[in-house]
T-cell receptor, first 116, second 113 residues
Framework: DAGVTQSPTHLIKTRGQQVTLRCSPI?????VSWYQQVLGQGPQFIFQ???????GRGNFPDRFSARQFPNYSSELNVNALLLGDSALYLC???????????????FGQGTRLTVV | AQSVSQHNHHVILSEAASLELGCNYS??????LFWYVQYPGQHLQLLLK??????LVKGIKGFEAEFIKSKFSFNLRKPSVQWSDTAEYFC???????????FGQGTELSVKP
């Protein structure tokens, strides 16, 4: 079975540009979450979606937005890119959002975004 | 502030040495606890998890962790490390239904052959 897949793997953008990152969850998983991992730090939560609805939002500016499609894939959009947005963006999928064992999160390889 | 703290930023061990990585969190109430590992060039993988029951949890590759509720701790242990355990290790906490994972800053483990 395919794991969580993210595209592209690497991306270089200029300050002020917009970027769209994509994520396909594991088959059967209905929840997708996005995390930002800056070098030397742990991943920080950005968004969680379940059944196409936003279920959680981290402390990120409105330049960050996301959506989930009927096939449970997801996109993360970042507008007006800043140098500080350079990071590894991780997508994680899980079966559901209940507080139990079936909420284990499986991570993709990530998209390395560099803003110059 | 509510947080997850990992005690060591970088740990260097020789093969066969014992490992203990500390993790403390500052949330009250019921939590789910996780240890993830990130091998060089690979994605985050789950090592082990605690949801309820026996506070001593066994994971993959000989790792285990003990949840001590009174100390708000979830330390990771391995009796004898191998060179292949070289990786970055992240402790994470989830506080409620559908909740986000809150990660510690990570501990880089280097094992010398």
């Amino acid at each position: 079975d395919a794991g969580v897949t993210q595209s592209p793997t690497h991306l270089i953008k200029t300050r002020g540009q917009q970027v769209t990152l994509r994520c396909s969850p594991i088959s059967g998983h209905k929840s997708v979450s996005w995390y930002q991992q800056v070098l030397g730090q742990g991943p920080q939560f950005i968004f969680q979606y379940y059944e196409k609805e936003e279920r959680g939002r981290g402390n990120f500016p409105d330049r960050f937005s996301a959506r989930q499609f009927p096939n449970y894939s997801s996109e993360l959009n970042v507008n007006a890119l800043l140098l500080g947005d350079s990071a590894l963006y991780l997508c994680a999928s899980s079966l559901s959002v209940s507080f139990s064992g079936d909420t284990e999160a499986f991570f993709g390889q990530g998209t390395r975004l560099t803003v110059v | 502030a509510q947080s997850v703290s990992q005690h060591n930023h970088h740990v260097i061990l020789s093969e066969a040495a014992s490992l203990e990585l500390g993790c403390n969190y500052s949330y009250g109430g019921t939590v789910n606890l996780f240890w993830y590992v990130q091998y060089p060039g690979q994605h985050l993988q789950l090592l082990l998890k605690y949801f309820s029951g026996d506070p001593l949890v066994k994971g993959i590759k000989g790792f285990e962790a003990e949840f001590i509720k009174s100390k708000f701790s979830f330390n990771l242990r391995k009796p004898s490390v191998q060179w292949s355990d070289t990786a970055e290790y992240f402790c994470a906490v989830k506080r409620n239904q559908g909740g986000k994972l809150i990660f510690g800053q990570g501990t880089e483990l280097s094992v010398k052959p």
